[in-house]
């Protein structure tokens, strides 16, 4: 058996920056020798340790990913406590997660907020198999259904006007800048989970078009954003009536552009 020594020093070769936690992960998912060096050998080669694992953690919880899923990122749980503090506001809170991947967000939401009534959807259907691996059973009298389609497109017309929070993690990488990113993500994750257009912004503008139709009086509309893009997030928000506020966290090196429906007390 692979000792986790010898474990850590090749990862550690390889690039691995938390080389040591890594090992600790492949130890506990493998006690097969030759399945056990399969795995370490293709994390030194560079595949995601998330694929390899079979899940993310994300707010406390293991999501269930699978290869080309966009993996959640760390950065996502500060848009998550943003959703759940305003579902909370509501009397009978009604909950979208859109373009919701693996559907981390709305697993956190459930966990945090019994009776829930929660919503998710995504065009990717592998991200929606996963979605409904992790949102199956979440108990507590929660309610989900996970949708897969083009954004607003396959809910039920029944939805229109009555979610509280819709919280987005639209991919809004520039075109352009894709082969800059980690090679963990532009070779393995879903290109149509990272590329947001020319400038970033076009499923943002597309989602802020529609936005209004979807939320209840007084709803609210969040999207993660990069700190650099959230002035032109609050302007495509404001010009389709939302009033817009940005909110940034320094410990989560993260930024949530969210806004509220128009016509009413603030």
């Known amino acids: 058996m692979l000792s986790h020594a010898q474990i850590t020093d090749r990862l550690r070769a390889a690039g691995c920056v938390f080389a ?21 050998r293709r994390r030194a080669e560079g595949f995601p340790l ?20 966009f993996v959640p990122r760390r950065r996502t749980e500060f848009l998550a406590a943003q959703a759940i503090e305003l579902a909370q506001r509501a009397e009978t809170a009604v909950l979208l997660d859109l373009c919701c991947g693996a559907g981390a967000v709305a697993a956190a939401v459930a966990a945090a907020l019994p009776g829930v009534e929660l919503y998710a959807a995504d065009i990717d259907p592998e991200a929606v ?47 352009e800048e894709i082969a800059l990113m980690p090679p963990e993500a532009r070779l393995y994750e879903a290109r149509a989970a990272l590329d ?15 936005a209004s139709r979807w939320l209840a009086p007084e709803g609210h509309l969040l999207i ?16 389709r009536g939302l009033k817009p506020q940005i909110l940034e966290s320094e410990e989560f090196y993260a930024t949530v552009v969210i806004g509220k429906k128009a016509g009413q007390r603030q």
């Open 50 to 69: 998330e694929y390899l694992l079979g899940w993310a953690e994300f707010c406390g919880l293991r999501i269930a990913v699978t290869p080309g899923v």
């Open 129 to 175: 198999g996963c979605a409904r691996r992790n949102l199956s059973d979440p108990g507590n009298g929660t309610v989900t259904r996970v949708f897969e389609g083009d954004l607003f497109a396959p809910l039920p017309d029944s939805l229109a006007g009555r979610i509280n929070v819709i919280a987005v993690n639209a991919p809004y990488v520039p075109t």
């Open 20 to 40: 040591e936690e890594e090992a600790d992960l492949l130890l506990s998912t493998s006690q097969d020798l030759a399945e056990l060096e399969e795995l370490v």
């Open 196 to 210: 947001g257009g020319t400038d970033g912004l076009q499923v943002q503008r597309r989602i802020a078009a529609e």
């Open 224 to 239: 993660e954003t990069s700190e650099r893009q959230a002035p032109q997030t609050a302007e495509i928000f404001a010009a």
